[in-house]
């Protein structure tokens, strides 16, 4: 049976304002986190370290899913979902390796209100802005809580700190509610012996594509050494005000 979150005492109620995912946040994602190939096999980076904390998190928010330990949904006929109740998680990352590299663990409450607040730039409690991490708050089927809460690694006697994505923010937990289990590890994270890659963006060229939203109005870059940078710097028509979208479609190596 399904436990629902536990209010905190000290959490007050969000206006319902504050609910509206209409705001795009704008954090610094793009120059404080370093892509790490941890699988030279596959386009794109599987773990981004943190410049501003020293950690590394691992690009798939929801990879408990592909493991033991992965909350099965009553609801979706037992399948498995990215999500993992507490106990489980710990056991999870105290055996997982990404990379060769063990030693994961969930991330603090501090180390996550970072990520949250600073890194991908949010300014209310909602989820607007993923940067380059995978499956973050993905996982919502039902349009209740389930799959809207982080777990954190801080404990309160029989209760965890976890955070709310859907507005409601700082929260606490029974153990046994399913919630996603984020992945860090300490320090930069290097693949072991026998992992080839890249560990910093910088130095591993990308193929990528501009779009604006516009009919023939879509371009393909190569060796775009910053995923993140504005095509508009590179030749890219947009016309003003346009948003411009850039999406990693490959490496070159």
């Not at 979150?5 to 795009?24: D, I, R, Y």
């Not at 590394?56 to 928010?61: H, N, Q, V």
């Not at 993923?130 to 029989?158: H, K």
């Amino acid at each position: 049976m399904i436990r629902r979150h536990l209010l905190a005492a000290a959490c007050a109620l969000l206006p319902l304002s504050l609910l509206s995912t209409g705001a795009h946040a704008s954090g610094d994602w793009s120059t404080t986190l370093e892509g790490i190939d941890l699988d030279p096999g596959k386009p794109g980076f599987e773990a981004y370290y943190d410049t501003r904390l020293g950690i590394t998190w691992l690009t798939d928010t929801g990879a408990v899913q592909r493991s033991a330990y992965a909350w099965r949904d009553d609801r979706a006929n037992y399948a498995k979902a990215p999500l993992t109740q507490f106990d489980s998680a710990n056991a999870w990352l105290a055996e997982a390796t990404f990379g060769g590299v063990g030693g994961w663990r969930l991330p603090s409450r501090a180390e996550f209100s970072s990520m949250f607040f600073q890194t991908l730039g949010h300014t209310s409690n909602v989820l607007s802005e993923r940067g380059p991490f995978q499956n973050l708050g993905a996982y919502r089927p039902y349009g209740d809580w389930i799959g809207a809460y982080v777990w954190t690694s801080e404990t309160w006697g029989s209760v965890i700190t976890t955070f709310g994505l859907d507005g409601t923010g700082w929260n606490t937990a029974l153990s046994d509610n399913p919630n996603i289990a984020w992945p860090v590890h300490d320090g930069r994270v290097v693949p072991t012996t026998g992992v080839a890659g890249k560990a910093d963006w910088a130095a591993t060229p990308y193929q990528v594509s501009c779009t604006n939203g516009r009919t023939g109005q879509t371009v393909t870059l190569k060796k775009v050494k910053k995923p993140a940078f504005d095509c508009r710097d590179s030749g890219f028509s947009a016309a003003s005000g346009d948003a411009v979208t850039v999406t990693i479609t490959g490496t070159v190596r």
